[in-house]
């Protein structure tokens, strides 16, 4: 399956990823792609200065994705037209006309690891320019309980990100 964007200029931010095609709601856009690294390889990058802390994208409760090109070009939103489900799969999670900038909440894939340190707080300035525009992004559990809900019946929610709000929804 090829992906369905390309990467132009973007207005959030640098550059973005924009639908090549129509998408339509539910189609699977891409699999994310990079180098699989630890949370600690992760925390050893930062503190050398050596990754942003926008680029990693979380896959699983001590897993990143160093996230590759194109892929790390597809910008934040916190009105998203996709969403990341299992393990780094982007769908959209509404038509997407061809054109149109592919956006996802980083916040809806980030639940760090508890002892990651200073790290473990992720959070940063949004520059998506949507009218719900949050202002600053955090980790999953910082979204609001009416927001979690709306993503988790979406399905709009990677697997490893279910099974924590399942356990703590369960405990």
């Known amino acids: 399956m090829e992906d369905?964007?390309?990467v132009k200029k973007s207005k959030i931010q640098g550059k973005g990823g924009f639908a090549s095609k129509d998408i339509k709601k539910g189609e699977k856009i891409c699999q994310m792609k990079g180098e699989k690294i630890s949370a600690q390889?992760?925390?050893?990058?930062?503190?050398?200065?050596k990754e942003e802390i926008c680029n990693p994208l979380q896959v699983s409760e001590k897993e990143y994705l160093d996230l590759a090109k194109p892929y790390v070009h597809i910008n934040h939103s916190c009105s998203p037209n996709a969403a990341l489900r299992k393990e780094g799969e982007l769908f959209a999670l509404k038509d997407i006309k061809?054109?149109?900038?592919?956006?996802y909440d980083y916040s809806t894939t980030e639940?760090?690891?508890?002892?990651?340190?200073?790290?473990k707080d992720?959070?940063?300035?949004?520059?998506?320019?949507?009218?719900?525009?949050?202002?600053?992004?955090?980790?999953?559990?910082?979204?609001?309980?009416?927001?979690?809900?709306?993503?988790y019946h979406q399905g709009a929610l990677q697997g490893y990100i279910i099974k924590k709000l399942e356990k703590k929804m369960f405990a």
């Open 4 to 6: 369905k964007f390309l």
């Open 41 to 49: 390889e992760l925390r050893t990058r930062y503190e050398a200065g």
């Open 98 to 103: 061809k054109g149109k900038e592919i956006t």
């Open 111 to 119: 639940w760090t690891y508890e002892r990651f340190g200073k790290y």
């Open 122 to 151: 992720w959070a940063m300035e949004c520059n998506c320019g949507s009218k719900k525009c949050r202002g600053t992004l955090g980790q999953f559990p910082t979204l609001n309980p009416s927001l979690k809900k709306r993503y």
